[in-house]
């Protein structure tokens, strides 16, 4: 198994960039995690993986992946979870069963809502939210990166447990 210390510096090396980036929540930073560089290498995603469902809350029934960079890290932990998979778009897709949430049914059951990177935290509380709104219990989510932006804080406030691979800190 690989030391959290070199999964850290593996991930920092495929995927830090430095320049000036805006971020999803408005913001703007100097240094940006470019996550598809580290879930389009299969190996370095497995062993993301691998380590973050020891972070799965316990009695946990559903992951839930966020569109777009949720889902591949949602599949590769469902692998070492063995637990069902929802995927969950961003809105509801206006044609076929014009869903917000597809795979596994998430009414009644205790959910995980899995992303890649958090900094404010903003689309995990509207996911939750939507969720929510389909029966799911959510208290907490997950992430490979936590920017350390205040995301956990907004998660908290809405009454969810961030857990986090990997910080900011981890990757400098």
Same mark, same amino acid.
């Given at each position: 198994?690989?030391?959290?210390?070199?999964?850290?510096?593996?991930?920092?090396?495929?995927?830090?960039?430095?320049?000036e980036f805006v971020l999803r929540s408005g913001r703007?930073?100097?240094?940006?995690?470019?996550?598809?560089?580290?879930?389009?290498?299969?190996?370095?995603?497995?062993?993301?993986?691998?380590?973050?469902?020891?972070?799965?809350?316990?009695?946990?029934? /559903?992951?839930?992946?966020?569109?777009?960079? =949720?889902?591949? !890290? &949602?599949?590769?932990?469902?692998?070492?979870? *063995? #637990?069902?998979?929802?995927?969950?778009?961003?809105?509801?897709?206006?044609?076929?069963?014009?869903?917000?949430?597809e795979g596994a049914e998430v009414a009644g059951r205790?959910?995980? /809502?899995?992303?890649?990177?958090?900094?404010? =935290?903003?689309? !995990? &509380?509207?996911?939750?939210?939507?969720?929510? *709104? #389909?029966?799911?219990?959510?208290?907490?989510a997950l992430c490979v990166i936590d920017r350390q932006?205040?995301?956990?804080?907004?998660?908290?406030?809405?009454?969810?447990?961030?857990?986090?691979?990997?910080?900011?800190?981890?990757?400098?």
């Amino acid at each position: 198994m690989t030391s959290s210390e070199d999964l850290a510096r593996r991930v920092r090396d495929v995927s830090r960039l430095t320049g000036e980036f805006v971020l999803r929540s408005g913001r703007t930073a100097t240094e940006y995690f470019d996550k598809y560089q580290f879930e389009a290498d299969p190996e370095l995603l497995d062993q993301l993986a691998e380590r973050m469902a020891v972070l799965i809350p316990e009695g946990t029934e /559903v992951l839930a992946g966020l569109e777009m960079g =949720g889902i591949a !890290v &949602v599949t590769a932990l469902a692998r070492h979870a *063995k #637990l069902p998979t929802a995927f969950v778009r961003k809105q509801a897709k206006q044609y076929g069963t014009s869903r917000l949430s597809e795979g596994a049914e998430v009414a009644g059951r205790r959910v995980l /809502v899995v992303e890649d990177v958090v900094t404010s =935290g903003g689309q !995990v &509380v509207i996911s939750t939210g939507e969720l929510r *709104k #389909l029966g799911a219990h959510v208290d907490h989510a997950l992430c490979v990166i936590d920017r350390q932006e205040g995301g956990a804080a907004a998660l908290a406030a809405d009454g969810i447990t961030l857990r986090a691979l990997l910080t900011r800190e981890d990757l400098s």
